[in-house]
């Protein structure tokens, strides 16, 4: 059964949508992130314009992701202090990602810049993770502490920035320059390559904050929740490609995968989510690179002017 | 797919002259339906054409050439090239006015029907009735490729065998829509030709729109931009929300 989307103008398989909402879910679910780094790239390849894909995407990644906010506050599990501190530099991050996609979208680059940001990133987050779990893995097998715990006198740079401010929930102590800085940073690439940023945004407050993994997740959701939302503002307010009706099955489908993937994820040690996510990450990486190295089928392409990409 | 009855009204269409030499034919035209619908569950449709020549010499063969032109835009046309290992957008062209869609239909082909001057002057085609004032380069890769990729979506189609004579003075001819069809006016032409020279022209229109959900998500999306987007947000929480209810035993 076929539905048409009014805004990428392109009917598409209902069942296909929701197959895609379900399975992206179920990984969201399962490590804890948006899932918008999958996403994007798959409704790309179902013949959606990237522009289209990633604005709607941006909707889609606001229900998942608030869906998660939720269940992490029941548990307590959200520093709201410090969702707070991300959120500030996040405003502005994503206000500063929309301009920049406008200005790469006229410049005809943003399809190129979008897989150049894919390719790095992913690559570069999807094997760190791979190293790091793969050796964390290793050293469990050897009986010896894990290198994430908290040691006392593990400072770096970072903790020596001013404007220090106690971060209650998660028990740390940290100048919020870093905070903010981190909360910019990802709304910016969140918004040009269509994905939450959770990926990123995790690791960083682990290695780069030290926060700790019980309210890591939580706290990641609240800012992604957020700018998301902000996002799907001002990608329907700039450049009108948000297509509700494709969110909206995208995301039917997104939030019963999560719940899923979640019950999956409790019967694995963090250290193998770690490698799987990590592994999972690096190949999309790969098929962005393969594509851009790759002579194209199609050396010319043809672009509507005053439209979409 | 297809709209419903009540818009298959057929659009009957008076003659027009302003082509054609001495001979007394006239033709008329109707297309069917008159209005294409893009529903939520559209996915391609057609519109079938009837024609029928008037004042008729029985001594006389016709051919018939049936043009569909579909709203026109401005086209880029991008040539990637390798820089330092890595396939990026270089050189651009742009074209401006270029139908979206763009169907002619023939009943035998085009060489047989008039010779290739007579073609060129009445711009009768698929290469010279995509530009408005000129005729495809074929040496120009940008012109070239530009109908190569759109004949390969589907959005160009030159068919010769394509009308069919249902008597010699009666043909019909169905041409398919994409499913990725722009809404707006298309205009339909018809070409009689009678031993190589254009004997009776007329034309026709039908017009392309969405309804229902489609259409109200797309004009809003447009004309009604902020509160569209915090409605879409707001549609997202509300979902998240439900999600967390519904599973919260789990």
Known sequence: ????????????????????????????????????????????????????????????????????????????????QMAMALLTGGLLGTSSGIW?????????????MISFSYLILLTMVGGLMVMESVRSILRQRQNKPSLLRRSGGAHTWVHGLPLKFRFRRSKIYISVIPVFGIGYVIAVIGVIMGIGGGFLLVPMLIYVLRVPTATVIGTAAVLTTA???????????????????????????????????????????????RFLLGFLILAVGFRFGYELITPPDHVYAIRVLGADL | ??????????????????????GAEQVIATVAPSTILIGS?????????????????????????????????????????????????????????????????????????????????HRVGLKHSIFVDKTVDEDDPFATNLIRTRIDESL?????????FVSPAVFRVEIPLPKRALIGTYDV????????????????????????VAQFVATASVDHSLIYGLATMGMALLTGWIASIAFRRG
């Not at chain 1, 895609?20 to 996403?39: P, Y």
């Not at chain 2, 890595?86 to 085009?110: G, K, M, Q, Y």
């Open chain 2, 41 to 121: 569950n559209y996915s391609g449709g057609s519109i079938v054409v009837f024609g029928a020549i008037a004042n008729d010499q029985p001594s006389r063969s016709y051919d018939a050439v049936v043009t569909v032109t579909g709203p026109r835009q401005d086209l880029l046309v991008r040539r990637k090239e390798r820089v330092l290992g890595i396939w990026v957008n270089r050189l651009s062209r742009t074209f401006p006015d270029v139908p979206s869609f763009l169907a002619v239909f023939a009943n035998r082909p085009f060489d047989a029907i008039a010779s290739a001057d007579t073609l060129l002057h």
């Open chain 1, 227 to 273: 700018t998301m939302a902000l996002a799907t503002v001002m990608h329907a307010l700039t450049n009108h490609l948000v297509d509700a009706i494709l969110a909206l099955v995208l995301m039917t489908g997104g939030v019963i995968g999560a719940q899923f993937g979640a019950r999956s994820a409790q019967n694995l040690a963090p250290e193998r989510l």
């Open chain 2, 189 to 212: 032409d018809l070409m009689i030709f009678a031993g190589g020279a254009p004997v009776a022209r007329t034309r026709s229109t039908f017009l392309v729109e969405k309804i229902g």
């Open chain 1, 1 to 80: 059964m076929a539905i048409y989307l009014p805004i990428a103008d392109l009917p598409v398989s209902i069942f296909v949508l929701l197959a895609l909402g379900l399975a992206v879910g179920f990984v969201s679910g399962m490590f804890g992130v948006g899932g918008g780094f999958l996403m994007t790239p798959l409704l790309i390849f179902l013949g959606v314009s990237p522009g289209v894909a990633v604005a709607s995407v941006a909707t889609h990644i606001t229900a998942s992701s608030f869906s998660g906010t939720i269940s992490y506050w029941r548990r307590r599990a959200v520093d709201i």
């Open chain 2, 156 to 164: 160009y189609i030159e068919q010769p065998n394509g009308v069919s």
């Open chain 1, 100 to 112: 920049l996609f406008a200005m790469l979208r006229s410049l005809g680059q943003l399809d190129l």
């Open chain 2, 1 to 22: 797919m297809i709209a419903p009855l009540r818009h298959i009204a057929g659009s009957l269409v008076a003659v027009g002259l302003q082509c054609c030499s001495a």
